[in-house]
């Protein structure tokens, strides 16, 4: 779900600044901004680059419980899925820093047209199949990730480069499970009951 999420929002970004904004010279890629001072820097030269920089699991949903029961009252036993948050980094990889700075506008104006994303209201054409029947309450909410100083210092040290150009975003949940029932049973219908007594001297 992960590579589905990121590329389910590359093209949704893609398809506005094309579209919408009318910006038809702009690329939207996946990839390691990392790279971008490496020998292999044709791939994401000249493009707006999705980077996902961390990721970190919903604390508030990992303690639901891993019994449910069905509809015709039978038990089934399974691993609850985890939720994640994905924090990606948006970043304008030009050599005209006027072109960096006003594609990283269209970025923030994006997310502040569109929070919520889901399945059903994707407008691109490539998306329609991208999840599967399971997966159709896919849903991303997203909201800007304000980076201090020395965050900002860390993490361009750590993607070993200069800093360019960017914006964080939070997205949240990112649900991950494998639908696996490892124990059920039939439905409970009945209970029975003994008393035994003993007669103690």
């Not at 389910?8 to 971008?36: M, R």
């Given at each position: 779900?992960?590579?589905?999420?990121?590329?389910?929002?590359k093209e949704e970004l893609s398809n506005y600044l094309i579209n919408d904004i009318q910006?038809?010279?702009v690329?939207?890629?996946?990839g390691n901004i990392a790279l971008f001072?490496?020998?292999?820097?044709?791939?994401?030269?000249e493009k707006l680059i999705i980077t996902l920089v961390n990721i970190e699991e919903e604390s508030t949903?990992?303690?639901?419980?891993?019994?449910?029961y069905g509809a015709d009252g039978g038990i089934r036993y399974a691993m609850q899925p985890i939720y994640l948050n994905l924090y990606l980094l948006f970043c304008c990889n030009y050599a005209l820093y006027n072109t960096s700075l006003k594609r990283l506008g269209?970025?923030?104006r994006f997310f502040q047209q569109r929070r919520k994303f889901e399945v059903k209201s994707t407008t691109s054409s490539q998306n329609e199949n991208l999840f599967n029947e399971e997966e159709q309450t896919f849903r991303l909410i997203f909201e800007l990730y304000t980076l201090t100083f020395e965050q900002i210092n860390h993490?361009?040290?750590?993607?070993?480069?200069?800093?360019?150009?960017?914006?964080?975003?939070?997205?949240?949940?990112?649900?991950i499970d494998d639908s696996r029932i490892y124990k059920k049973g039939p439905p409970i219908e009945e209970i029975n009951a003994t008393v035994e007594s003993t007669n103690e001297c």
């Amino acid at each position: 779900m992960i590579e589905e999420s990121l590329f389910y929002i590359k093209e949704e970004l893609s398809n506005y600044l094309i579209n919408d904004i009318q910006d038809s010279g702009v690329e939207v890629e996946l990839g390691n901004i990392a790279l971008f001072e490496t020998d292999n820097t044709a791939s994401i030269n000249e493009k707006l680059i999705i980077t996902l920089v961390n990721i970190e699991e919903e604390s508030t949903l990992k303690n639901n419980k891993n019994v449910h029961y069905g509809a015709d009252g039978g038990i089934r036993y399974a691993m609850q899925p985890i939720y994640l948050n994905l924090y990606l980094l948006f970043c304008c990889n030009y050599a005209l820093y006027n072109t960096s700075l006003k594609r990283l506008g269209h970025v923030i104006r994006f997310f502040q047209q569109r929070r919520k994303f889901e399945v059903k209201s994707t407008t691109s054409s490539q998306n329609e199949n991208l999840f599967n029947e399971e997966e159709q309450t896919f849903r991303l909410i997203f909201e800007l990730y304000t980076l201090t100083f020395e965050q900002i210092n860390h993490l361009w040290g750590a993607l070993g480069g200069r800093q360019l150009p960017s914006v964080m975003f939070k997205a949240r949940l990112v649900k991950i499970d494998d639908s696996r029932i490892y124990k059920k049973g039939p439905p409970i219908e009945e209970i029975n009951a003994t008393v035994e007594s003993t007669n103690e001297c």
